[in-house]
């Protein structure tokens, strides 16, 4: 019983720290944005503008959604749940910190560790595109019907480069548990630089650019690009309903920043020091700040690049990263069996 | 206990997306009833402790294959009407016999033998997690899995072949 309870306060302890993640993401992001276009960005309500995110969120929750008359109106309903749903299963398995002992008993801060963690990331995060691609459909108009089946390519294009770009990871660190791969980039090279799994430079290039594509952002954000379709797949959609897309999208953008920082830059590993209690949240605070920076990134990235064109996109995916992950996962083969079993002519 | 609910809970929902699938007039809504029906399978999966074969149900089936599906339904147009005349005579009742039969089969085998869980390999920690599946997979049976292998390797090398063969350049040609 006390299994099933500690599992529902994990759960509603995920649910509300993302919660309010997406509103400091999204209210960063606008400012962020806005310092490196030279505008204020919103700083009216709240200090410095923080509550903006509250007060827009408060907002659509009494807006009226509309149906559009041409609507499917059982999976036009359905569509934004089935944003979410995936979005927040995804966090279920990244470790945010190391386990911590109180009173005897050891707490894992991850709401369950999976022996195929990283499967399991992958598959949740494939069903992704069906919220896309049946809001798009669903909505019975041509822009969301264009988006849509934008999404549907991008979406089945990248995902094959972001799983080969894990592939070295399992091969080196020799598992597929979240958990363990963190505690496998524990140590240092030769007690210098940290071990962390960074190392595998093309691996992290290539999950990070196949992340972007993942997440429609910039600039890969052809699925709800402005200027061409409106808005894409959530055109019609006004109220929760939007919201739920919205929520979703930056649950994802929070999620691959977290993904990246548990393969790739050693998770929640830092210098850990102090009294107990700080040495005990040390390393929640270096897997904030890592995480973090890599949002930073994808705001910075937003700011900076513009859109790609669909064929450049699709020339991208194919002919570059999916061979180069390939070529990549081959020299990783060989550098495992030389380092196990010698060079062949030794 | 909570196995049973679970399971009665996934059979109902493959049950009626299987009959959603048959029975939608409009295309998209059978691909969602199919993908309901994989996505029940690998709940099922998971109840048998094959965390690994349900991850990979998911990735293949319902990740890849059925947005694959629901693509290529939208590419050729969604709106245009079925034509739902049969053009094999005796369709309805054929497959209803092989239905009936089927279904013998299953009970059949159903009373021979019956899993829940996985107790019966033995440990139920293992069963169904990637180290003992590759173990299986790279030691007993390495051989046909490398000829799975080469076979998957060759169709994607005859499709890309196909995909690039030019009708115009080889017209003029003699000889096979």
Redesign the interface.
């Known amino acids: 019983m006390t299994g099933v309870l500690l599992a529902a306060v994990k759960v509603a302890v995920a649910f509300g720290f993302l919660m309010g993640t997406v509103i400091v993401l999204v209210w960063a992001e606008r400012r962020i944005v806005a310092f490196m276009q030279n505008r204020h960005g919103p700083n009216r309500a709240g200090p410095a503008g923080i509550l903006q995110t509250a007060a827009d969120g408060l907002k659509l929750f009494f807006k009226e959604s509309m149906t559009p008359r041409k609507a499917e109106f059982a999976l036009y309903i359905a569509a934004p749940v089935l944003a979410v749903v995936p979005a927040l299963l995804v966090f279920a398995v990244i470790p945010v910190g190391a386990p911590i002992t109180i009173g005897g008993v050891t707490y894992t801060l991850q709401v369950t560790d999976l022996d195929v963690g990283v499967l399991y990331v992958l598959a949740v995060s494939s069903l992704g595109v069906y919220a896309v691609t049946l809001a798009g459909w669903s909505s019975g108009s041509k822009y969301p019907l264009l988006g849509s089946v934008r999404a549907a390519a991008q979406m089945i294009s990248y995902e094959a480069a972001l799983g080969l770009a894990l592939v070295p990871v399992i091969m080196f660190t020799g598992t597929t548990s979240l958990a363990e791969i963190v505690e496998a980039q524990g140590g240092t090279f030769g007690g210098g630089l940290p071990a962390w799994n960074l190392v595998l430079v093309p691996s992290f290039v290539i999950f990070l650019i196949a992340g972007f594509a993942e997440t429609n952002r910039a600039p890969f954000d052809l699925v709800e690009a402005e200027q061409e379709i409106v808005g894409g797949y959530h055109t019609e959609y006004s109220g929760m309903r939007f919201a739920f897309f919205f929520l979703a999208e930056y649950i994802n953008v929070f999620n691959m920043a977290a993904l990246t920082t548990v393969f790739f830059l050693g998770g929640w590993h830092g210098p850990r020091f102090g009294p107990p209690a700080v040495e005990m949240a040390l390393p929640v605070v270096w897997f904030l700040a890592k995480t973090w920076a890599i949002v930073f990134l994808f705001i910075w990235v937003r700011a900076t690049l513009p859109r790609v064109r669909y064929d450049q996109l699709m020339a991208f995916g194919w002919k570059r990263l999916i061979p180069v992950s390939l070529v990549w996962i081959f020299l990783s083969m060989v550098a495992i069996g030389v380092r196990r079993f010698g060079l062949p002519w030794a | 206990m909570a196995e049973l609910v679970v399971f009665a809970v996934f059979a109902a929902v493959a049950l009626a997306g299987a009959f959603v699938m048959l029975s939608a007039r ?1 295309p ?2 059978s691909a ?1 009833g199919l ?1 309901a029906s994989m996505f029940s399978i690998a709940v099922f999966y998971v109840l048998l402790d094959a ?2 074969i ?3 149900q ?2 293949i089936y ?3 294959v ?3 599906f ?2 290529v339904i ?2 050729i147009g ?1 709106d245009r009407r079925e034509d739902t005349t049969e053009p094999i005579p005796f369709q309805r009742p054929i497959g209803i016999v092989l239905a009936l039969a089927l279904g013998v089969l299953v009970v059949a085998a159903g009373s021979k033998a019956w899993f829940t869980g996985s107790g019966r390999f033995g440990s139920v920690d293992l069963v169904g ?2 180290g003992v599946v590759a173990d299986e997979l790279f030691g007993t049976w390495v051989l046909p899995f490398l000829g799975t292998t080469l076979l998957l390797t060759i169709a994607a090398l005859a499709t890309v072949a196909l995909g690039r063969y030019d009708v115009a350049a080889t017209e003029g040609e003699e000889g096979p």
């Open positions: 409009n998209v809504y969602i993908l965390h690994f349900a991850a990979i998911v990735i319902a990740g890849a059925m947005t694959l629901l693509f939208m590419m969604v997690t990637i």
